[in-house]
């Protein structure tokens, strides 16, 4: 059975290693990572959502670590990829990039073990959610290895007496203006009318 879901999962790995656009959502995933004081506050709970769905279609992450030989071990990647040696340099990356060894990948690493190397890296962003603080945008099952998003609620802050009368007076001042704009062009309306009365015969 074991190995039967070993067979899947590099199936699984063999059937994603066409798409393409793993290599720039690793990118993104390391840009969250390394952006984490500008991301805890401002990343939606739609993109958590979204993000924990594409996660929750990858393989098992238990079958990822026994595909990858070297250079990812407790969440933590420590080899290079070509989309790492791309990017090189790129400020925000760079303490990222000072954990890598470059240049990328080692002769030994073939095809499949390089996808699920990058597949690891995508679920390190889903467990750097799940730790996110002081809101987390997911939540990990570990024996699952499934992600479910978490909605957090905006806490709302109830107004002091001062707060609320600043505010009605605000509102009140605009209610005016706009009352004294649509008098002025009511106003208008009549200015462009003739003195003169014109009877029509």
């Given at each position: 059975a074991v190995v039967s879901t070993q067979s899947t999962g590099v199936r699984s790995l063999q059937a994603i290693s066409t798409q393409q656009y793993l290599q720039p959502l690793k990118i993104l995933g390391d840009w969250i990572k390394?952006?984490?004081?500008?991301?805890?506050?401002?990343i939606s709970g739609s993109f958590?959502?979204?993000?924990?769905?594409?996660?929750?279609?990858?393989?098992?992450?238990?079958?990822?670590e026994k595909v990858v030989k070297t250079g990812f071990r407790n969440l933590q990647q420590s080899v290079a990829?070509?989309?790492?040696?791309?990017?090189?340099?790129?400020?925000?990356?760079?303490?990222?990039?000072?954990?890598?060894?470059?240049?990328?990948?080692?002769?030994?690493?073939?095809?499949?073990?390089?996808?699920?190397?990058?597949?690891?890296?995508?679920?390190?962003?889903?467990?750097?959610?799940?730790?996110?603080?002081?809101?987390?945008?997911?939540?990990?099952?570990?024996?699952?290895?499934?992600?479910?998003?978490?909605?957090?609620?905006?806490?709302?802050?109830?107004?002091?007496?001062?707060?609320?009368?600043i505010q009605m007076k605000t509102m009140g001042r605009l209610k005016l203006q706009m009352d004294v704009k649509a008098l002025e062009s009511t106003a208008?309306?009549?200015?462009?009318?003739?003195p003169f009365l014109v009877p029509v015969t």
């Open positions: 390394a952006r984490h004081q500008l991301i805890s506050n401002n958590w959502a979204q993000f924990a769905e594409f996660l929750n279609l990858l393989p098992h992450t238990q079958l990822l990829l070509p989309e790492d040696v791309n990017v090189r340099g790129l400020g925000p990356l760079s303490t990222l990039h000072d954990q890598l060894s470059f240049p990328p990948l080692s002769p030994d690493m073939d095809t499949i073990e390089e996808y699920a190397m990058r597949v690891l890296c995508l679920k390190s962003v889903g467990q750097f959610g799940a730790h996110l603080r002081p809101r987390p945008g997911l939540q990990h099952d570990h024996g699952r290895d499934f992600y479910t998003p978490i909605h957090s609620k905006p806490q709302i802050t109830p107004m002091t007496d001062e707060e609320r009368r208008s309306q009549f200015d462009s009318l003739s």
